[in-house]
């Protein structure tokens, strides 16, 4: 079982809707979570971080953390082209000593007009 | 805000030449990483440092070493470039909250 697991895509969403993105890790005690976008051929750039239960609200971005169900979600509102990107989640594990992040392996996403 | 630079942002290096990526932060980081990046594989760890002259392998250090002289320049080098070491390099550096990433160096050892 990976560490961070992501659904890999592409998911393909339209203008304007609702992009929901899923991640899923397996340390119950993990306590840090991010979501970073990384455009075609650039390097990733956070856009979100949640460390509580709940939603967390940026602009057009949300996510939502659960951590008995040990998911963290980003929702995208009013989805636009330039979202098209792939979408990686990461987390902090408590099994790793150096608390290194552990990232997903990333959602493409694609937004048509 | 932080910013972390790469030397190069496209290199092109022979097979068995020695390479050299450059890594550097400005806002006095201790931890600092690289990785490599493949389409399909995601991100993978190569190596990171957590203070000056300090470094731990990651998942694929094979082929790799690093040096870390000063707080602010950590140095991925390949001793002796492959064609499978052809790849999108990134580094990055641990901020308060999560990881800045430079711009990548996409190398190609031809």
């Known amino acids: 079982q990976k560490e961070v697991e992501q659904n890999s895509g592409p998911l393909s969403v339209p203008e304007g809707a609702i992009a929901s993105l899923n991640c899923t890790y397996s340390?119950?005690?993990?306590?840090?979570f991010f979501w970073y976008r990384q455009y075609s051929g650039k390097s990733p750039e956070l856009i979100m971080f949640?460390?509580?239960?709940g939603d967390k609200e940026d602009g057009r971005f949300t996510a939502q953390l659960n951590k008995a169900s040990q998911y963290v979600s980003l929702l995208i509102r009013d989805s636009q082209p330039s979202d098209s990107a792939t979408y990686l989640c990461?987390?902090?594990?408590?099994?790793?000593?150096?608390?290194?992040?552990?990232f997903g392996a990333g959602t493409q996403v694609v937004v048509t007009p | 805000d932080v910013k972390v630079t790469q030397s190069s942002r496209y290199l092109v290096k022979r097979t068995g030449e020695k390479v050299f990526l450059e890594c550097v932060q400005d806002?006095?980081?201790?931890?600092m990483f690289w990785y490599r990046q493949d389409p399909g594989l995601g991100l993978r760890l190569i190596y990171f440092?957590?203070?000056?002259?300090?470094?731990e392998k990651g998942d694929i250090p094979e082929g790799y070493s690093v040096s870390r002289e000063k707080k602010e320049r950590f140095s991925l080098i390949l001793e002796s470039a492959s064609t499978n070491q052809t790849s999108m390099y990134l580094c990055?550096?641990?901020?308060?909250?999560?990881?800045?990433f430079g711009s990548g160096t996409r190398l190609t050892v031809v």
């Open positions: 990055a550096s641990r901020a308060r909250y999560g990881y800045t």
């Open positions: 340390d119950r005690g993990s306590q840090s």
């Open positions: 949640i460390y509580s239960n």
């Open positions: 990461a987390v902090i594990m408590t099994t790793d000593s150096w608390g290194k992040l552990q």
């Open positions: 806002m006095d980081h201790e931890n």
């Open positions: 440092s957590y203070d000056v002259k300090m470094k």
